[in-house]
């Protein structure tokens, strides 16, 4: 049984810094591309950062400078250090796996990052 469970989502004020993580169970995890998304009150999901196996990693613009993930293999955890946090970074944040060019991915339940003063 595969599970991704994010924690670390809270209450932050602008300017501040939250650290979230999601550990896996159930894949091998160091095959895993791990991404991470987040979907706002009445807008599309979107994808925020990617780490692949090898490490290389990819931003979405609007994070480029603030945000860093980053991978643990050994503890089946992936990382999402979030700086600089702006209230449109307000969201639902969600840990993905997947394994391309298989079909094979799965989600987390979403932790809950609000950034208001």
Avoid at 17 to 26: E, I, K, N, P, V
Avoid at 81 to 101: F, G, I, R, W
């Amino acid at each position: 049984q595969v599970q991704l469970v994010e924690s670390g989502g809270g209450l932050v004020q602008p300017g501040g810094s939250l650290r979230l993580s999601c550990a896996g169970s159930g894949i091998i995890f160091r095959f895993y591309v791990m991404d991470w998304y987040r979907q706002a009150p009445g807008k599309q999901r979107e994808l925020v950062a990617t780490i692949t196996s090898g490490g290389s990693t990819n931003y979405l613009d609007s994070v480029k400078g603030r945000f860093t993930i980053s991978r643990d293999n050994a503890k089946n955890t992936v990382f999402l250090q979030m700086n600089s946090l702006k209230p449109e970074d307000t969201a639902v944040y969600y840990c993905h796996a997947a394994m391309p060019p298989s079909s094979t991915n799965y989600w987390g339940q979403g932790t809950q990052v609000t950034v208001s003063s």
